[in-house]
């Protein structure tokens, strides 16, 4: 017998992983012409494509080249779909079919989660935190960090000086703004294997907490400054003060898969579904 149970929460799961971003251009304005990319046959990549694909402009060169590459080989190999005749293959039409079913339903699960305005309160982070303590036991050596990077070494430079002055909370307010800014971050936890290049995590390591590091070049043309706020070790529990967010991001997805079950359980009824069960 199958257990509808079983069912829902199977469709449930196959739905909430699944994002979708629709976007209107507008017909209003003349759309002016970007620079093209890569080209294969009719299909172009133009820059703004590339932009909006990547949601910034401050990704690394690196970064950048394998998306081209990754768009380029799926171009050719869908074109070369297309010339073997893989679109009329039956089991492909049988695929796309399921696909926009389960596609149509997790943009009707993604309607309804946007009305949805639940937010964890403090005292259910707090009693959530409290009952599954073990699940928050660092993997390995951790640290609480504060970073920012920069375009320019100079403008780094001046910020590295501007932190030790003012602290971090009033340095930040100047620049906030600043075209020179590629990226940053306030107490953020992160593992060891998690920072990145390995430079950066020695001269971390190095740091005793309220401690700012020099003008590190992460990467070709990238600027990067740290402060050490926290260093916690492997196999302790992390504290609550750091993990507060994640824990109602947890929360929020806890809540939303209830109310999806819920949902899903009264279109059965809707719908007069009925299972037929073997003999």
């Known amino acids: 017998m199958i257990s509808l149970k079983k069912h829902t929460n199977k469709i449930v799961n196959s739905l909430l992983i699944l994002f979708v971003v629709i976007s209107f251009p507008s017909c209003k304005k003349e759309i002016p012409v970007s620079k093209e990319i890569a080209r294969v046959g009719n299909s172009i990549l133009t820059q703004k494509e590339l932009e ?38 039956s089991v492909y039409q049988s695929i796309v079919y399921q696909s926009k079913k389960e596609l149509a339903g997790a943009m009707l699960l993604n309607k309804i989660a946007l009305t949805d305005k639940y937010l964890p309160t403090k005292s259910e982070i707090e009693n959530y935190y409290n009952k599954n ?5 660092a993997v390995e050596d951790a640290f ?10 100079n403008k780094a430079i001046l910020f590295r000086q501007s932190v030790i002055e003012k602290k971090w909370k009033f340095a930040i307010l100047n620049i906030s703004e600043s075209a020179e800014v590629i990226n940053s971050f ?11 290049p390995v430079k950066l995590t020695r001269v971390i390591n190095g740091l005793i907490p309220g401690h700012v590091s020099v003008v590190l070049e992460t990467e070709p043309g ?58």
């Open 52 to 89: 909006r694909e990547l949601k910034s402009k401050s990704f690394g060169k690196k970064y950048k080249e394998e998306f081209i590459r990754s768009w380029i080989e799926t171009e050719v190999l869908y074109q070369k779909a297309l010339k073997e005749g893989i679109i009329k293959d």
């Open 133 to 137: 303590k073990e699940e928050f036991r």
């Open 144 to 153: 609480v960090l504060n970073e920012i990077q920069f375009k320019n070494q």
């Open 186 to 196: 306030k107490k953020k936890l992160l593992y060891k294997y998690q920072i990145q």
């Open 222 to 279: 990238v600027f990067t400054v740290v402060q050490l706020i926290d260093k916690i070790k492997s196999d302790s529990i992390l504290p609550l003060r750091y993990i507060k967010d994640r824990i109602a991001e947890r929360l929020k997805i806890i809540h939303r898969k209830i109310a999806n079950n819920q949902f899903i359980e009264k279109l059965y009824d809707e719908f007069n579904v009925h299972l037929t069960r073997e003999k």
